[in-house]
């Protein structure tokens, strides 16, 4: 009898030790879900979490020619100012950025305001076959190019090395394909991916590729689409200017890509375009006091703003002050290319 009582007793104290352990569990998850769901506000370097893609829902916003940005375009100049329009990939359009007017193009537009109107076409994801079809595409629907600005990352090359190609679609395979708690739970989405992104290769090597492919084939195709478009600007009367970003994450002594900025350099000083590395702005620093965080290596507001003193000074250098003829103002519609918003078309 005495030991029917014992394991009674100890089966009572089992069972109120889980209830009180599931109970310390629940209110742990709960808490991060609380967190995670309504206060923590940051991106991921490939946008896969849930917080991410929130994080673009609420800072994203864009304007009538579907590009990122609080003002509105027109095709045509209408004044005396010398037209930039910069485009590129995430760096440009501001990843991480919540606030458009912390981005280094913004920056920019505000410090010259008498002297240059500022336009940003720019989109996460984008290589250098996008910004070629968009720049062709802006010019079929009539907008006025003046000044180009090219704003180069390493990585523009990617969609010409089938091996980085088949890596991006295994990094994003996953995300509509998740179950049903990581569809819901912004905890656990959270978990999943920081977990994901310390143990998958992928996504540990993703830049793995990136020296090999500025040799051989890829590097052939790429000088071909970067002289098309230095060619494109020139038939059409607008001046080119290129802007290369180093990969912040990778920056310090043992840099890996330094030879690419050197071949990107001589590759632009034989097509006697003006290029500004960016490379020795940045290197005094360390990483972590350039990019978004740990888990987001796309560059900072800090970040952003010495990129937007070094570009207006190489630009206030090799832009001359005079402008094209301004048009007269005209109708804002234009036609928008379905996967990004941004204006384009056939």
Not at 13 to 29: E, F, K, P
Not at 143 to 162: F, G, K, Q
Not at 193 to 199: E, N
Request: charged content about 25%; overall charge negative; aromatic content about 14%.
């Amino acid at each position: 009898m005495k030991f029917r009582v014992d394991v009674s007793r100890g089966t009572a104290l089992l069972l109120g030790n889980a209830a009180v352990l599931a109970a310390l569990l629940g209110l742990v998850w709960a808490a991060g879900e609380i967190y995670f769901r309504y206060y923590f506000d940051s991106t991921d370097s490939f946008g896969l979490t849930k917080v991410s893609t929130r994080w673009f829902d609420r800072h994203y916003h864009f304007n009538q020619m579907g590009t990122r940005d609080n003002l509105d375009y027109t095709k045509h100049k209408v004044d005396s100012r010398r037209r930039i329009t910069f485009i590129g990939d995430s760096f440009t359009a501001g990843h991480g950025i919540a606030a458009v007017d912390d981005r280094f193009a913004n920056w920019i537009r505000r410090a010259h305001p008498t002297q240059w109107e500022v336009h940003v076409f720019a989109a996460n994801g984008y290589d250098t076959g996008n910004e070629v079809d968009l720049v062709e595409s802006l010019q079929r629907k009539d907008y006025e190019l003046d000044v180009l600005v090219l704003v180069y990352v390493l990585n523009d090359i990617e969609d010409l090395v089938p091996e980085w190609i088949a890596i991006g679609a295994r990094v994003y395979r996953d995300v509509d394909h998740e179950g049903f708690l990581f569809q819901h739970s912004f905890f656990a989405n959270e978990l999943y991916y920081r977990w994901r992104a310390a143990r998958d290769p992928d996504i540990a090597n993703y830049y793995a590729f990136l020296q090999s492919a500025y040799q051989g084939e890829p590097w052939n195709e790429q000088q071909k689409r970067l002289t098309s478009l230095r060619d494109f600007c020139r038939d059409h009367g607008a001046q080119l200017i290129v802007v290369t970003f180093p990969l912040l994450h990778a920056l310090g002594p043992d840099y890996a890509y330094r030879s690419v900025h050197e071949q990107l350099a001589s590759f632009w000083a034989g097509l006697s375009v003006p290029a500004l590395d960016l490379y020795d702005v940045y290197a005094p620093y360390p990483p972590e006091q350039l990019v978004i965080g740990k888990r987001d290596a796309h560059p900072n507001r800090f970040a952003h703003e010495l990129a937007a003193g070094a570009i207006g000074a190489f630009l206030e250098q090799h832009i001359a002050p005079r402008a094209m003829r301004a048009r007269p103002v005209e109708s804002r519609e234009m036609i928008e290319r379905p996967e990004t918003g941004i204006l384009g078309g056939p």
